[in-house]
């Protein structure tokens, strides 16, 4: 591609070079720099992209593109004047900076990759809990009808051709719109997606093409120093997703739909199709009837699914869900879930409700449901003596609560709780985890996390303080395999060990350092270790 295409339809300004060379390809990570690409410059959380501008001249790089976020940093390559940017620049290279980025770099993405987005059906999932189960059932309803399927979110990205770990929930915009050309390139004719508030606020969804958004639910979370500074804002942004779909798929039982479906009024690019309630209560109903009143002004259309006949089910000796979903043509589609919880009932609704939207045959979707299993999410991992193993990402209040509150419903026995807390999140949330534990579990076992950059110790204090506020019974162990340990040895036949916060993670954060950390692993060490004559598994 000729440099001069790249930035078609974007404001930029042409500071040194020419634009008429030959690229072969976009990154904003100085490391993948080849001969010939073009190195965005990008101001990040910790770092500047312009700090880089020297590792990417010595690989090759036939481009420096600047955005006008980045800050100054004092480089010799830095924005001040030409003769400054042209300081060590060599002959043949151009320099751009370019302008808006919050909408030119989705842009200059499409313009390189051919607006790959819109050769797929993309389906966003967002809100605080769900999204990943929620994608995860997704993409089995449309394997099951026949659609080969990508996938972009916590646990993994998947573009179907091989399978990487997720850094992020959402990847930088430029990755993103890398992997839904590798996606199209691979065959793929849908790709499902989470899309976190911060990959809405940071824009690293700028230029995707949505054709459904869904909203699980919304409670206080992601705010702090490096996340969002408020509620509100934390709200304001999930909001904005909803202005770039055809349909928005609403959980009507969140006391926040409103705001999302003010979103879906206020898209700009193109036209709302149509808004599409899901739910399980009486207030469901109330608050469709109420917003579908306004509805009309904008010409969207508004349809209900129901939750109906709820019951708890089990398959052998694992526990799940079985329901009902009223169809708003009066159909029923039954509901059969192979994980615990009303949460993962709304979950089904939500995907119920995006296939009908999307045509999928109805009679696919049960067995689709019935078979999907997430990784880390109400995830049996053993049995020992009589007591269950339950591995779940919770880490944060209302995740926590969700889950001790579905284990209690199921089982009669004690629920010990093993957590720790992440560094660098806002310390009301280990308070909170805290207080949650310590008033439905029967026992808390303390221990580490993901500490990053912070003292272990400290965020354990924290997590205390939050017992003590609860008046709670508690063990504080910092080695977290020695806590899982101690758990697991004092459950007896008919309780509950769950480990809270790392989920689907391999791995733990200390001080910028990933060390490799299964809990499954660990879990089968210390049978091993215990002589348990068990091994790991649903089965068991």
Not at 65 to 78: E, F, H, M, Q, S
Not at 96 to 120: A, Q, T
Not at 150 to 156: R, V
Not at 349 to 356: E, N, R
Request: hydrophobic share 35%; aromatic share 8%.
């Amino acid at each position: 591609m000729r440099a001069e295409c790249l930035f078609a339809g974007i404001r930029y300004e042409l500071i040194k070079g020419s634009l008429d060379v030959d690229i072969c390809d976009i990154v904003d990570d100085s490391r993948q720099v080849s001969p010939k690409a073009v190195f965005v410059c990008r101001r990040g959380a910790v770092t500047d992209g312009r700090k880089y501008i020297g590792d990417a001249i010595s690989r090759g790089a036939a481009g420096i593109v600047i955005t006008d976020d980045a800050r100054d940093t004092g480089d010799a390559y830095a924005m001040g004047s030409s003769d400054e940017t042209s300081c060590g620049v060599p002959e043949g290279l151009f320099v751009v900076k370019m302008y808006d980025i919050r909408h030119s770099m989705g842009r200059l993405c499409n313009n390189f990759w051919g607006y790959p987005s819109r050769k797929l059906t993309v389906i966003g999932v967002t809100g605080t809990k769900g999204k990943t189960t929620v994608t995860y059932m997704m993409k089995k309803v449309l394997e099951t009808c026949g659609r080969k399927t990508g996938l972009i979110g916590t646990i993994e990205v998947d573009d179907c051709g091989s399978h990487v770990q997720s850094v992020n929930t959402t990847p930088g915009v430029v990755q993103l719109h890398r992997i839904l050309h590798n996606m199209v390139s691979n065959g793929a004719k849908y790709c499902v997606m989470e899309v976190s508030s911060q990959g809405l606020m940071l824009g690293r969804v700028s230029g995707v093409d949505f054709d459904i958004g869904i909203y699980t639910n919304i409670s206080p979370d992601h705010i702090g120093k490096d996340e969002h500074k408020t509620f509100e804002e934390y709200i304001r942004w999930k909001s904005t997703m909803f202005s770039m779909c055809r349909y928005a798929v609403v959980n009507m039982d969140d006391v926040y739909v409103p705001c999302i479906c003010n979103g879906a009024r206020m898209g700009d690019a193109r036209k709302c199709s149509g808004v599409i309630g899901y739910g399980m209560n009486i207030r469901s109903k109330e608050l469709y009837d109420k917003i579908s009143e306004h509805m009309p002004v904008y010409d969207i259309p508004f349809s209900l699914y129901t939750g109906d006949r709820l019951a708890v089910a089990c398959t052998g000796r694992t526990p799940g869900t079985e329901c009902e979903c009223v169809m708003p043509d009066g159909d029923r589609v039954p509901i059969h879930i192979d994980m615990p919880g009303l949460f993962n009932v709304y979950n089904a609704l939500a995907v119920i409700a995006a296939g009908d939207a999307l045509g999928l045959p109805r009679s696919s979707v049960p067995k689709a449901l019935e078979e999907t299993c997430v990784r880390g999410r109400m995830e049996r991992a053993a049995m020992y003596r009589g007591a269950y193993v339950y591995i779940d990402y919770a880490h944060n209040p209302v995740s926590l609560e969700n889950v001790l509150k579905t284990l209690r419903s199921y089982f009669a026995g004690k629920i010990f709780c093993v957590f720790g807390c992440g560094g660098n999140r806002a310390k009301s949330r280990r308070i909170g985890m805290g207080m949650v534990s310590g008033k439905m579990a029967d026992l808390t076992i303390v221990t580490n996390d993901n500490p990053r950059f912070e003292d272990p110790e400290a965020i354990m204090d924290d997590i205390e303080d939050g017992l003590n506020a609860a008046g709670a019974e508690y063990i504080r162990i910092p080695d977290r395999k020695e806590a899982i340990r101690y758990g697991i040895v004092h459950a007896g036949a008919g309780d509950v060990v769950l480990l809270a916060g790392k989920g689907h993670e391999t791995y733990q954060d200390v001080m910028g350092h990933r060390t490799h950390m299964d809990e499954r692993e660990l879990i089968g060490q210390i049978l091993e270790e215990e002589d348990a004559g068990v091994i790991c598994g649903r089965d068991n």
